[in-house]
């Protein structure tokens, strides 16, 4: 114990972190309304240790506890680094109530953080986007954090391309971004999902450091679905149809196709990286093959998904991959269907479509330089997220956060409503 505290105390004074230090915390959810999941890591493994969680209601009387399981990884990179992801589930969970909590083990515990255990009989308020790093995302980063502190959201969504990329520099640059966000993702909800910048070795990174909602096929954090409230939310990997994984297309179809037969909920929310329809530089908008390929299918290979969202009256899609925003019409088969009013649609005949991948990428778009295609109703430059507000079983809303400011500027107001 000596000789490890004389070497963690020199690895500080080389200004470089003792490998055992709990770091990355972040919260998510596990699909029953009574748990929270917590997954952090660490650079050294435990030996003869059990990681562990202990939360409770007051921060200075942390008496229940729960215990973790350690996923030991490599990197893909040359040096082929491990790391040690460690995950716990909170259960019998009071919504409503503030709890706090820290995780670690007796080699070392972390700070003390703390998340009210969401309320699905209130009104659901979640951040979403994609395309976020350290670099050109900071002011995003920064407003995320402001508007937790200030509680204004119960969930966090990043729908693909996370810190550009989770994998580089043998993973330090996935390490600095999941630092970087812990001032948010370990006190709300953060919920992923993989885009094209997370195929590299098999999905390698958001597989291990991640901890989503099972879905019984391959549990790797690669498509997921819950409950909250009044929605159904699902998470589809279009990077299946990208990379022709047909197999793992076909999988994934055949679950959707259960998993929209058995909600039950009013309002159905589905979330993938790649757009199907948007406006881009070129004539025809967003129809690069590899992105519409999950929109038509090809053969029995690569089932198409749209007609099956339309026929499960899917209400609301959100997607990443272009850097920029923009809203469009209800739409379907290339149709939009337009109304008197496009800022409150009523019982639409189609999913509404918002494209939200500019929160802060390597190479952000301006829709000044994009062909505006018909489908399209606000197309904006700023860098931000989608804020959507679940009200009721008859209203939501959603609008864009521009995060040029920490207190964030609304600028596109719009409201979903049905009977």
């Not at 240790?49 to 893909?76: C, E, H, I, M």
């Not at 038509?296 to 997607?319: A, R």
């Not at 925003?325 to 109304?339: A, D, L, Q």
Request: hydrophobic share 35%; proline share 4%; net charge negative.
């Amino acid at each position: 114990m000596i000789l490890r505290l004389t070497f963690c105390l020199l690895a500080i004074a080389a200004a470089t972190v003792c490998s055992k230090k709990v770091e990355q915390v972040h919260l998510s959810l596990s699909g029953r309304p009574d748990e929270m999941v917590v997954t952090w890591l660490t650079l050294d493994p435990l030996p003869n240790v059990t990681p562990y969680v202990a939360f409770g209601v007051t921060k200075n009387s942390l008496r229940l506890t729960a215990k973790g399981n350690t996923t030991g990884w490599a990197d893909q990179g040359k040096k082929g680094k491990m790391r040690y992801t460690h995950r716990a589930t909170m259960q019998n969970m009071v919504a409503g109530q503030l709890y706090y909590y820290q995780v670690g083990s007796s080699q070392e515990m972390s700070e003390i953080f703390h998340f009210r255990q969401p309320d699905q009989s209130q009104p659901l308020r979640a951040a979403i986007f994609g395309d976020l790093s350290i670099y050109k995302g900071q002011q995003s980063i920064d407003q995320l954090i402001a508007a937790r502190k200030d509680n204004q959201f119960d969930l966090i969504i990043h729908i693909g391309d996370l810190a550009y990329d989770l994998h580089d520099q043998d993973g330090s640059t996935g390490d600095d971004y999941m630092n970087a966000i812990e001032p948010f993702a370990a006190y709300v909800p953060y919920m992923v999902f993989a885009g094209n910048h997370e195929v590299d070795s098999n999905f390698n990174h958001i597989t291990n450091r991640f901890t989503m909602p099972r879905n019984g096929v391959y549990d790797n954090n690669l498509f997921w679905s819950f409950d909250y409230g009044f929605v159904h939310f699902i998470a589809l990997n279009s990077e299946y149809y990208a990379e022709e994984m047909s197999k793992e297309s076909q999988k994934q179809f055949k679950w959707l196709e259960q998993d929209l037969a058995n909600n039950k909920k009013k309002w159905t929310i589905v979330m993938f990286h790649r757009p199907w329809y948007c406006s881009s530089k070129k004539k025809k908008g967003c129809h690069d093959d590899e992105d519409i390929l999950s929109r038509e299918g090809l053969t029995d290979k690569f089932p198409g998904l749209e007609e099956l969202l339309n026929q499960h009256k899917v209400d609301l899609i959100l997607y990443g991959h272009k850097h920029t925003y923009e809203r469009m019409w209800p739409i379907f088969n290339k149709e939009p269907f337009k109304s008197s009013d496009p800022t409150h649609i009523k019982n639409a005949p189609a999913p509404v479509y918002i494209l939200t991948g500019g929160a802060g990428c390597h190479s952000h778009e301006d829709p000044s330089d994009h062909i505006i295609q018909d489908f399209s109703v606000k197309a904006l430059g700023e860098y931000g997220y989608t804020f959507l507000t679940v009200y009721n079983a008859t209203h939501l809303s959603t609008d864009f956060v521009d995060t040029s400011e920490t207190t964030g500027k609304f600028l596109d107001p719009f409201v979903l409503e049905k009977n």
